[in-house]
């Protein structure tokens, strides 16, 4: 499992695993956010496997699939509530952990100045410096 801290609270991962619920218990994650499509995933990885073992482990489970490309503002508005909403730490996943950060990034546009969405997506490896217009005309929107 390769957790990668993005802000406080939040975290993105590559895919996880059913097998990692417990763990992500144990070290105090409250939360998982599911940002993979089912068609991207064998079954034993898809969302309903997914929930099951996480809610096995006593986790809140979300699933809020980001297409690769089709990112809604649907999509942004779900994961900014899934973390507000959360009674604690969340891990959001995809395949790498990118699309998780994306949507995160958005979300946090006019709540975060963008450089600072940019340095800390970038400390957890994913360089996000060709989202700036768009967080910026986000940022001015909600000013």
């Known amino acids: 499992m390769d957790l990668r801290p993005i802000a ?17 218990a144990d070290a105090g994650v409250a939360t998982v956010i599911c940002n993979r499509p089912d068609t991207e995933n064998p079954p034993a990885l898809q969302a309903a496997a997914m929930q099951e073992a996480a809610e096995a482990a006593g986790l809140a489970f979300v699933f809020n699939p980001v297409t690769g490309g089709m990112l809604t503002e649907a999509n942004v508005e779900e994961q900014s509530e899934a973390i507000e909403g959360s009674e604690g730490p969340v891990v959001a996943y995809c395949a790498s952990g990118n699309r998780s950060t994306i949507v995160w990034a958005l979300g946090m546009a ?4 963008v450089d600072e969405i940019l340095a800390r997506a970038s400390s957890g490896g994913y360089d ?4 700036r217009p768009q967080l910026e005309a986000l940022a001015a929107k909600h000013a």
């Open 110 to 113: 006019g709540e975060m100045p």
């Open 128 to 131: 996000l410096a060709w989202l």
């Open 8 to 24: 406080d609270g939040y975290s993105v991962a590559p895919q996880l695993e059913p097998a990692d619920m417990k763990a992500l």
